[in-house]
């Protein structure tokens, strides 16, 4: 008798450990800035250290409208022209004394500083330099140019296919050693020419306070794996531990795309009603088979 028990618990085990396997291979996928995606290219790593007692995943612009004074709204990668409300809904927030951190290089990005009236604008074009980390002149140095929020206490950045900025105050720089590759040719040519680039840029709108970072990839998961050689932890720490509440924009962001059985396993989880009937349905199964163990 003993010996059937072990070998219920020890099957019981294996199945348990295949089933989290399981799990976690179906609601992953590839998709590049995906909180889904474990890989080099997605975001997991940024959206497991987010502090879920001041994190607030905004699925609709409505969601916005309590904030006051004090809130701080990230959107990463948008992926599509903002709907008139939701440009409305974003000046709106701005208008109460809130911030909005957004980190885009040739997307929307663009459009949606345009439409809510910034005066920063990202021109477009692959930053490279001399200046680097890896032997891809793509991969450049930025600075410090000051110690305001969010790059307060953070040294020198990695960037990878970062875009120059125009407007607005710099609060990161290249380094002078640096040009827009302009024909993606990976070296500077004779129409084009080294300086100075801002690649994070801030700016007053209203009551409110908007932050442009030119290189969405500052948040996928190889971007913050430099230990302490380089600031980039430290710019994604400041963020994630800003003093007021965190909004993580999921209305227009590719970090919340999903695919096959992922995108299932994402709608589980972000209706509640759902979600309730699926750990429902879990804890069923489970007491069947304590039943069957018992019987």
């Not at 809130?98 to 910034?118: C, K, P, Q």
């Not at 306070?209 to 050689?229: K, W």
């Not at 710019?235 to 995108?263: A, C, F, H, K, P």
Request: aromatic share 10%; with cysteine; proline share 4%.
């Amino acid at each position: 008798m003993k010996t059937i028990k072990a070998a219920f618990w020890v099957v019981g085990i294996v199945l348990l450990m295949a089933a989290l396997i399981l799990t976690a291979h179906l609601t992953s996928n590839n998709l590049e800035f995906s909180r889904y995606n474990t890989n080099w290219n997605g975001t997991s790593q940024f959206f497991s250290d987010l502090n879920r007692h001041h994190t607030v995943m905004i699925l609709d612009r409505t969601q916005l409208a309590p904030y006051q004074n004090n809130a701080l709204l990230l959107i990463i990668a948008p992926e599509r022209s903002p709907t008139g409300a939701e440009i409305t809904a974003y000046q709106a927030f701005l208008d109460r004394g809130n911030t909005i951190v957004l980190a885009d290089d040739f997307g929307t990005g663009g459009e949606i500083l345009r439409r809510i009236g910034s005066r920063i604008t990202i021109p477009g074009g692959n930053l490279s330099s001399i200046d680097r980390e890896y032997a891809d002149p793509y991969t450049i140095v930025v600075y410090p140019d000051g110690n305001a929020s969010p790059v307060e206490n953070c040294g020198a950045l990695i960037m990878d296919r970062a875009a120059p900025l125009d407007g607005g105050q710099p609060l990161m720089m290249t380094s002078i050693l640096s040009w827009v590759d302009t024909n993606g040719d990976r070296r500077i040519d004779a129409n084009e020419e080294m300086g100075q680039f801002p690649v994070i840029s801030a700016e007053e709108i209203s009551r409110g306070r908007i932050v442009v970072i030119s290189d969405p990839s500052i948040f996928i998961n190889s971007m913050q794996d430099f230990g302490g050689t380089w600031g980039n932890q430290c710019l994604i720490n400041n963020l994630v531990n800003y003093q007021g509440t965190v909004l993580i924009d999921q209305m227009n962001s590719r970090t919340q795309d999903t695919e096959g059985m992922s995108g299932i396993f994402h709608v589980i989880r972000t209706q509640f009603i759902l979600e309730v009937l699926f750990f429902g349905f879990l804890v069923l199964i489970a007491a069947w088979m304590w039943r069957k163990k018992i019987l």
